[in-house]
């Protein structure tokens, strides 16, 4: 199956782009999602990116994927308190299986 | 973006006793709901999953016995842990998958269930 890694930690300061990493097995996902989730709560999507993409951007969101070395990035621009949180990369969509990775988690500090 | 619900949010119960929790799409209609389970600190496990109408499809290592889950429409699925024991204390979070448009290939998730076991 597939394996999806991330960095367990991240500090950045309020105003700072903060980067999140993400590497994977599995070259066959059609999608790959960056997910939020805030403490006690369930999962947000943020993003995704179809594997046939290189960048996507939206907003203070910016996704980069390297297909060659299967690798997934999330860069926030202007990070604020908000964004603290954890952070899941995830590969899958359609009728494939979606697998999360371990998770980073963000802490800004004001 | 399309809502999904779950109920409780928090649950504490006595160990040997069964536990439901629902899974709700509000706005959408999922053919595919997934259930997974969060340990602390830790990332989402996918326990099952289950399309409307047939049996649910449990991952490797996850008793069906225990987890029992049933999808009998398109807008409801429930998880019920039978025989709970403290070790099935966990964070539950379920996903639904909607037929057509963006939300076929997106899954929507709930908002989690807290589930304390004493």
Request: hydrophobic share 30%; aromatic share 10%; net charge neutral.
């Amino acid at each position: 199956g597939e394996d999806v890694e991330q960095s367990l930690f991240l500090s950045v300061r309020e105003g700072d782009s903060s980067v999140i990493n993400c590497t994977y097995t599995d070259s066959s996902s059609t999608y790959l999602y960056w997910y939020k989730q805030e403490p006690g709560a369930g999962l947000q999507l943020l993003t995704y990116i179809f594997s046939n993409m290189d960048m996507k951007q939206d907003q203070r969101l910016t996704v980069l994927l390297n297909k060659k070395d299967k690798h997934l990035s999330l860069r926030i621009a202007d990070t604020q308190t908000g964004d603290s949180a954890i952070y899941f990369c995830a590969g899958g969509g359609g009728y494939q299986k979606v697998t999360f990775g371990t998770g980073t988690k963000l802490q800004v500090i004001p | 973006g399309a809502v999904v619900s779950q109920h409780p949010s928090r649950v504490i119960c006595k160990s040997g006793t069964s536990v439901k929790i629902e899974c709700r799409s509000l706005d959408f209609q999922a053919t595919t709901m997934f259930w997974y389970r969060q340990f602390p600190k830790q990332s989402l496990m996918l326990m099952a999953t289950s399309n409307e109408g047939s049996k649910a499809t449990y991952e490797q290592g996850v008793e069906k016995d225990k987890f029992l889950i049933n999808h009998a429409s398109l807008t409801l699925s429930t998880l019920t842990v039978t025989s709970a024991h403290p070790e099935d204390s966990s964070f539950y979070i379920c996903s639904a998958r909607g037929m057509t448009g963006l939300s076929y290939n997106e899954q929507f998730f709930g908002p989690g269930t807290r589930l304390t076991v004493l």
